[in-house]
């Protein structure tokens, strides 16, 4: 139930909606997602159960659609939307990764395995994406390599964002490129 990004929304469905998500992040913030339940939503923004309802089917809904919100900003943010593939481009892909999960981690008050697996799945699928997107003109299939790709840099994003005693991003991402690159190097 998440609009399409080009469709066109009455002012009020817009602010309405920014209030839900401000609502929702900043309960987030105070207590785990399970421990969240739509009403706590509602009595935040001050809207009714109806206004929710007409916006998301539920807190799972919410969830996926303000992860896919701000993990597209931080991609559009680094113009990473509009490239095709290059070493500079994946190193900035990863990078965004490990800091939006590191975000993520540092943001939300107890995330448990059912709040990881959800923001797992829909980040995946917006990596997935966009090396496909970053491929396309690829003579040779990418499905597996994107695939490969997608679960490495995800893979060491969380890896990042759980260690308790982090070392610098920058060594981090150093380190980790090679073994992302290697997947996709027939395509520089």
Known sequence: MSPKPDEKLDPRVIR?????????????????????????????AQINRATFYAHFPDKYALLDYTIQQAFMAEIEKRTLNVCSYSEDNLRNLILAVV??????????????????????????????????????????PTEIPATVATWAIYGLASHYSHLKKRPSLDKFVDEAFPLVAVNLEQFA
């Open 99 to 140: 800091e939006f999960l590191s975000r993520v981690h540092t943001g939300c008050a107890q995330p448990h395995q059912q709040f990881e697996s959800l923001v797992e799945g829909t980040i995946k699928k917006q990596i997935f994406d966009l090396l496909s997107y970053w491929l396309r003109k690829s003579k040779v």
């Open 16 to 44: 309405t909606r920014s209030l839900i998500l401000s609502s929702f992040e900043a309960l987030l913030a105070e207590k785990g997602f399970e421990t969240i339940s739509v009403q706590d939503v509602t009595d935040k």
